[in-house]
Antibody
Framework: EVHLVESGGGLVQPGGSLRLSCAAS????????MSWVRQAPGKGLEWVAN????????NYVDSLRGRFSISRDSDKNSLSLHMNGLRAQDTAVYYC???????????WGQGTMVTVSS | DIQMTQSPSSLSASVGDRVTITCRAS??????FNWYQQKAGRPPKVLIH???DLQSGVPSRFSGSGSGTDFTLTISSLQPEDFATYYC?????????FGGGTKVEI
Protein backbone atom coordinates (compact mmCIF):
# COMPACT_ATOMS: atom_id res chain seq x y z
CA GLU A 1 0.00 0.00 0.00
CA VAL A 2 1.19 3.48 -0.83
CA HIS A 3 2.10 5.52 2.23
CA LEU A 4 3.61 8.88 3.08
CA VAL A 5 4.47 9.58 6.70
CA GLU A 6 5.64 12.99 7.82
CA SER A 7 7.67 13.70 10.94
CA GLY A 8 9.70 16.46 12.52
CA GLY A 9 7.00 18.96 13.42
CA GLY A 10 6.72 20.61 16.79
CA LEU A 11 6.94 23.86 18.69
CA VAL A 12 9.71 26.25 17.66
CA GLN A 13 10.48 29.81 18.63
CA PRO A 14 10.30 32.63 16.08
CA GLY A 15 13.51 32.77 14.12
CA GLY A 16 14.21 29.10 14.73
CA SER A 17 14.74 26.25 12.31
CA LEU A 18 13.11 22.92 11.76
CA ARG A 19 13.59 20.00 9.41
CA LEU A 20 10.56 18.02 8.30
CA SER A 21 10.85 14.55 6.84
CA CYS A 22 8.50 12.41 4.80
CA ALA A 23 9.02 8.67 4.51
CA ALA A 24 7.58 7.08 1.38
CA SER A 25 6.67 3.43 0.93
CA UNK A 26 4.67 1.22 -1.39
CA UNK A 27 5.75 2.87 -4.62
CA UNK A 28 8.87 3.67 -6.63
CA UNK A 29 9.76 6.95 -4.97
CA UNK A 30 12.39 7.88 -7.54
CA UNK A 31 9.81 8.05 -10.34
CA UNK A 32 7.71 10.87 -8.91
CA UNK A 33 7.80 14.58 -8.35
CA MET A 34 7.08 15.32 -4.70
CA SER A 35 5.62 18.39 -3.00
CA TRP A 36 5.09 20.00 0.37
CA VAL A 37 1.72 21.64 0.95
CA ARG A 38 0.75 23.45 4.13
CA GLN A 39 -2.47 24.44 5.83
CA ALA A 40 -2.65 27.04 8.57
CA PRO A 41 -5.23 26.35 11.30
CA GLY A 42 -8.72 26.89 9.93
CA LYS A 43 -7.36 28.07 6.58
CA GLY A 44 -7.01 26.74 3.05
CA LEU A 45 -4.23 24.88 1.30
CA GLU A 46 -0.97 26.49 0.24
CA TRP A 47 1.57 24.79 -1.98
CA VAL A 48 5.08 25.29 -0.59
CA ALA A 49 7.59 23.60 -2.88
CA ASN A 50 8.24 20.65 -5.11
CA UNK A 51 11.19 18.67 -6.39
CA UNK A 52 11.65 16.49 -9.44
CA UNK A 53 12.60 12.86 -9.56
CA UNK A 54 16.39 13.25 -9.30
CA UNK A 55 16.40 16.42 -7.23
CA UNK A 56 17.81 18.58 -10.02
CA UNK A 57 14.76 20.84 -10.26
CA UNK A 58 13.11 22.59 -7.34
CA ASN A 59 10.32 25.11 -7.28
CA TYR A 60 9.08 27.26 -4.41
CA VAL A 61 6.31 29.68 -3.67
CA ASP A 62 8.00 33.06 -3.92
CA SER A 63 7.17 34.11 -0.36
CA LEU A 64 9.18 31.21 1.08
CA ARG A 65 12.09 31.09 -1.34
CA GLY A 66 15.32 31.58 0.55
CA ARG A 67 13.95 30.44 3.91
CA PHE A 68 12.71 26.97 2.98
CA SER A 69 14.66 24.29 1.13
CA ILE A 70 13.32 21.04 -0.27
CA SER A 71 15.45 17.96 -0.83
CA ARG A 72 15.11 14.24 -1.32
CA ASP A 73 17.08 11.05 -0.79
CA SER A 74 15.90 8.37 -3.17
CA ASP A 75 18.13 5.76 -1.53
CA LYS A 76 16.15 6.26 1.67
CA ASN A 77 12.80 7.02 -0.03
CA SER A 78 12.70 10.25 1.90
CA LEU A 79 11.63 13.83 1.26
CA SER A 80 12.73 16.72 3.45
CA LEU A 81 11.85 20.35 4.04
CA HIS A 82 14.39 22.54 5.80
CA MET A 83 12.78 25.61 7.29
CA ASN A 84 14.78 28.58 8.59
CA GLY A 85 13.83 31.94 10.04
CA LEU A 86 10.45 30.62 11.10
CA ARG A 87 7.66 33.09 11.72
CA ALA A 88 4.30 32.86 13.45
CA GLN A 89 2.62 32.80 10.04
CA ASP A 90 4.47 29.58 9.20
CA THR A 91 2.35 27.81 11.81
CA ALA A 92 0.51 25.10 9.89
CA VAL A 93 0.06 21.43 9.21
CA TYR A 94 2.66 20.45 6.63
CA TYR A 95 1.75 17.68 4.22
CA CYS A 96 3.97 15.87 1.80
CA UNK A 97 2.25 14.78 -1.37
CA UNK A 98 3.02 12.76 -4.45
CA UNK A 99 2.45 14.38 -7.82
CA UNK A 100 1.18 12.63 -10.88
CA UNK A 101 1.82 13.75 -14.44
CA UNK A 102 -0.84 16.46 -14.35
CA UNK A 103 0.66 17.88 -11.13
CA UNK A 104 -2.33 16.66 -9.22
CA UNK A 105 -1.52 15.40 -5.75
CA UNK A 106 -2.74 11.82 -5.66
CA UNK A 107 -1.21 10.62 -2.39
CA TRP A 108 -0.93 12.66 0.81
CA GLY A 109 0.58 12.01 4.17
CA GLN A 110 -1.33 12.65 7.38
CA GLY A 111 0.62 15.84 8.01
CA THR A 112 2.90 17.15 10.73
CA MET A 113 2.06 20.21 12.81
CA VAL A 114 4.52 23.07 13.05
CA THR A 115 3.83 25.73 15.66
CA VAL A 116 5.96 28.87 15.73
CA SER A 117 5.51 30.65 19.02
CA SER A 118 7.50 32.07 21.90
CA ASP B 1 0.68 34.07 -9.81
CA ILE B 2 -2.57 32.53 -11.03
CA GLN B 3 -5.43 33.28 -8.66
CA MET B 4 -8.12 30.65 -8.20
CA THR B 5 -11.50 31.94 -7.08
CA GLN B 6 -14.05 29.46 -5.83
CA SER B 7 -17.73 30.07 -5.31
CA PRO B 8 -19.61 29.81 -3.17
CA SER B 9 -17.36 29.77 -0.10
CA SER B 10 -19.98 27.68 1.66
CA LEU B 11 -23.31 26.13 0.90
CA SER B 12 -26.04 24.25 2.69
CA ALA B 13 -27.53 21.21 1.03
CA SER B 14 -29.45 18.07 1.79
CA VAL B 15 -28.82 14.44 1.03
CA GLY B 16 -29.88 13.76 -2.54
CA ASP B 17 -29.32 17.32 -3.74
CA ARG B 18 -27.40 18.15 -6.87
CA VAL B 19 -24.50 20.41 -5.89
CA THR B 20 -22.37 22.56 -8.15
CA ILE B 21 -19.17 24.35 -7.15
CA THR B 22 -17.35 26.68 -9.51
CA CYS B 23 -13.77 27.83 -9.76
CA ARG B 24 -12.38 30.59 -11.93
CA ALA B 25 -8.73 31.04 -12.83
CA SER B 26 -7.25 34.49 -13.29
CA UNK B 27 -5.81 33.42 -16.64
CA UNK B 28 -6.35 30.57 -19.03
CA UNK B 29 -4.96 27.28 -17.74
CA UNK B 30 -6.31 24.82 -20.29
CA UNK B 31 -7.25 21.71 -18.38
CA UNK B 32 -4.36 21.87 -15.91
CA PHE B 33 -6.87 21.78 -13.10
CA ASN B 34 -7.78 19.49 -10.22
CA TRP B 35 -10.43 19.14 -7.52
CA TYR B 36 -9.92 17.88 -3.95
CA GLN B 37 -12.13 16.94 -1.04
CA GLN B 38 -11.02 17.45 2.54
CA LYS B 39 -12.77 16.28 5.66
CA ALA B 40 -12.03 17.72 9.07
CA GLY B 41 -8.71 16.54 10.49
CA ARG B 42 -7.83 14.61 7.34
CA PRO B 43 -5.54 15.29 4.39
CA PRO B 44 -7.12 16.25 1.09
CA LYS B 45 -8.12 13.61 -1.40
CA VAL B 46 -8.02 14.14 -5.15
CA LEU B 47 -11.39 13.70 -6.84
CA ILE B 48 -10.87 15.01 -10.36
CA HIS B 49 -7.66 15.65 -12.29
CA UNK B 50 -7.12 17.27 -15.67
CA UNK B 51 -10.45 19.09 -15.19
CA UNK B 52 -12.70 16.13 -15.92
CA ASP B 53 -10.89 12.84 -15.24
CA LEU B 54 -12.32 10.98 -12.29
CA GLN B 55 -9.64 9.68 -9.95
CA SER B 56 -9.67 5.93 -9.54
CA GLY B 57 -11.95 4.87 -6.71
CA VAL B 58 -13.94 8.10 -6.60
CA PRO B 59 -17.71 7.59 -6.93
CA SER B 60 -19.23 8.45 -10.28
CA ARG B 61 -21.60 10.98 -8.70
CA PHE B 62 -18.63 13.36 -8.82
CA SER B 63 -17.88 14.98 -12.15
CA GLY B 64 -15.80 17.86 -13.38
CA SER B 65 -16.00 20.07 -16.42
CA GLY B 66 -14.50 23.18 -17.91
CA SER B 67 -11.37 24.47 -19.55
CA GLY B 68 -9.56 27.75 -19.90
CA THR B 69 -10.67 29.85 -16.96
CA ASP B 70 -13.98 28.39 -15.76
CA PHE B 71 -14.42 25.03 -14.09
CA THR B 72 -17.20 23.19 -12.33
CA LEU B 73 -17.43 20.34 -9.86
CA THR B 74 -20.80 18.63 -9.72
CA ILE B 75 -22.05 16.14 -7.18
CA SER B 76 -25.11 14.59 -8.79
CA SER B 77 -26.74 13.28 -5.63
CA LEU B 78 -25.18 14.41 -2.36
CA GLN B 79 -24.43 11.63 0.11
CA PRO B 80 -23.81 11.97 3.87
CA GLU B 81 -20.11 11.28 3.40
CA ASP B 82 -19.81 14.17 0.93
CA PHE B 83 -20.13 16.87 3.56
CA ALA B 84 -16.64 18.32 3.45
CA THR B 85 -14.59 21.19 2.07
CA TYR B 86 -13.71 21.18 -1.61
CA TYR B 87 -10.66 22.85 -3.14
CA CYS B 88 -9.69 23.54 -6.71
CA UNK B 89 -6.06 23.73 -7.82
CA UNK B 90 -4.27 24.84 -10.96
CA UNK B 91 -1.25 22.93 -12.20
CA UNK B 92 -0.56 25.11 -15.25
CA UNK B 93 2.45 26.89 -13.83
CA UNK B 94 4.37 27.70 -10.66
CA UNK B 95 3.50 28.52 -8.03
CA UNK B 96 0.82 25.86 -7.95
CA UNK B 97 -2.21 27.53 -6.38
CA PHE B 98 -5.43 26.47 -4.72
CA GLY B 99 -8.81 28.08 -4.45
CA GLY B 100 -10.03 29.26 -1.09
CA GLY B 101 -12.32 26.28 -0.58
CA THR B 102 -16.05 25.57 -0.55
CA LYS B 103 -17.53 24.11 2.60
CA VAL B 104 -20.54 21.88 1.94
CA GLU B 105 -22.74 21.67 5.01
CA ILE B 106 -26.06 20.16 5.88
Amino acid sequence: EVHLVESGGGLVQPGGSLRLSCAASGFTFSKYWMSWVRQAPGKGLEWVANINQDGSEKNYVDSLRGRFSISRDSDKNSLSLHMNGLRAQDTAVYYCAREVSTSAFDVWGQGTMVTVSS
Amino acid sequence: DIQMTQSPSSLSASVGDRVTITCRASQSIGTYFNWYQQKAGRPPKVLIHAASDLQSGVPSRFSGSGSGTDFTLTISSLQPEDFATYYCQQSYNFPLTFGGGTKVEI
